[in-house]
């Protein structure tokens, strides 16, 4: 980061920019404790290579304004190359090459030391023949062979009656050889009539299928693209539908991850589940909601998104509760926890607890408002006061009597 700004010192002042027409302060950074190293330059003219701190810091070469770096630090560093560009590194000093004097391997930003191979003496690659020391061929796309000029396209396709050449890592021409990259075996076509493009180690076991396998570095993946499971990570072959009677319609997955309900060929939720559209919507829950069950009366006027398992139980917790939504079958509360279900009683005191509070709450809601009622009807004349009638205390007392039993009985 650079800091300068217009000078309003005499021109022969030293903490002006060097630059002959420039008349702004020289620019500065601050280093890892804050201090400030000033430059000779403005912020304009500074380049932004940085030395170590022993050695300057800043660069003694302005730059141009517009650019980024000063010529020394800007252009190829083949000599005799004007190529312009931007060098690597922060700290490190490392001279920026153009494309065609730096090294061609990937990443690479150092001088390449071979002009036919382009790359650089870390990167360089030899011939692999035995007693050769020639540079490997480039090809134009880029790719570095395992063989020399002088020793490439010296294999033939294996095949018979075949002249095209064969590649080093090859015993066949592309033409007969595995669709996989990394084979080097022959494809199936050449024993059986279209055979496909992949050998028989690599080809799809569906039966008439052309394609090589999916995944060819995973031993049991045996099914092509268009024949294995969408599901990630899965490998198994994709299956009829399970909601299929005549099994002639596909599923884009696998038996196990294609939902279970009929007429449905969406992915499930969980191997052998049903899909989100007809899972239960309880979390973790694998079972089909009530809608998912074909031709039942079970659960007629009940919550349809959840199973039969999460319905009942919902049901069961509706069904202890009074007309006014408060109150508790103390007896069956006992019988369901058996005395052993402590976590359980706790929750059921807090619950009616807060159902407690939650009434008190609503109580002084409705006297103020019985209160600002009666006020406007005063006002208007048209009640007395001993007319207006008492807050409805039926519902608070009964939750309180209920706790207070709780309180008696698993106290």
């Keep these: 980061m650079l800091w300068s700004d217009y000078s309003d010192v005499p021109t ?24 400030r190293i000033y430059s000779k330059y403005c912020s304009d003219h500074t380049c932004a290579k940085r030395y170590p701190e022993e050695d300057g810091y800043h660069c003694a070469t302005p730059r141009a304004r517009g650019e980024r770096y000063c010529p020394d630090h800007l252009k190829c560093g083949e000599p005799g190359c004007e190529a312009m560009g931007e060098f690597v590194g922060t700290r490190d ?93 022959a494809r199936r076509s050449l024993s059986v009539p279209n055979g496909g493009g992949a050998c028989l180690r690599h080809l799809c076991t569906t039966p008439y299928c052309t394609n090589p396998v999916l995944y060819p570095n995973r031993a049991r993946s045996v099914h092509c693209a268009l024949h294995t499971c969408k599901t990630a990570s899965c490998v198994n072959p994709r299956a009829a539908s399970s909601s299929s009677s005549s099994g002639g319609i596909t599923s884009d997955f696998c038996l196990s991850h294609t939902c279970l309900t009929p007429g449905c060929r969406a992915e499930a939720r969980f191997a052998g589940s049903h899909c989100e559209r007809h899972v239960c919507v309880v979390a973790g829950c694998a079972n089909p909601r009530l809608s998912a069950v074909p031709s039942s009366t079970l659960g007629v006027g009940l919550d349809r998104e959840r199973c039969a398992s999460h319905t009942s139980r919902r049901e069961r917790r509706a069904a202890s509760l009074d007309v006014d939504g408060f109150g508790m079958d103390w007896e069956g509360l006992r019988g369901r926890f058996g005395g052993s279900g402590e976590r359980e009683m706790d929750r059921e005191r807090k619950r009616l607890s807060d159902d407690l509070e939650r009434l008190r709450r609503r109580e002084r809601e409705l006297e103020a408002e019985r209160w600002w009622a009666a006020d406007r009807s005063r006002e208007a004349g048209l009640v007395a006061d001993e007319d207006l009638p008492e807050p409805e205390r039926e519902g608070i007392e009964r939750i309180q009597r209920d706790l207070d039993s709780w309180k008696w009985r698993y106290s």
């Design 93 to 185: 000093y490392i001279r920026w090459f153009c494309i065609r004097h730096r090294c061609s391997a990937p990443d690479c930003r150092l001088r390449a030391s071979d002009k036919q191979q382009r790359r650089c003496a870390s990167h360089f690659m030899s011939c692999t023949v035995p007693g050769c020391t020639r540079p490997a061929h480039l090809h134009r796309s880029g790719r570095l062979d395992l063989v020399c000029a002088v020793h490439y396209d010296t294999h033939r396709c294996l095949v018979a009656d075949c002249t095209r050449w064969a590649s080093s890592s090859a015993r066949y021409c592309p033409s007969h050889k595995c669709a996989v990259p990394d084979c080097s075996a």
């Design 12 to 35: 022969d002042d030293g903490r002006r920019c060097q630059v002959v027409g420039c008349h702004k302060k020289h620019a500065y950074s601050k280093n890892e404790v804050g201090q």
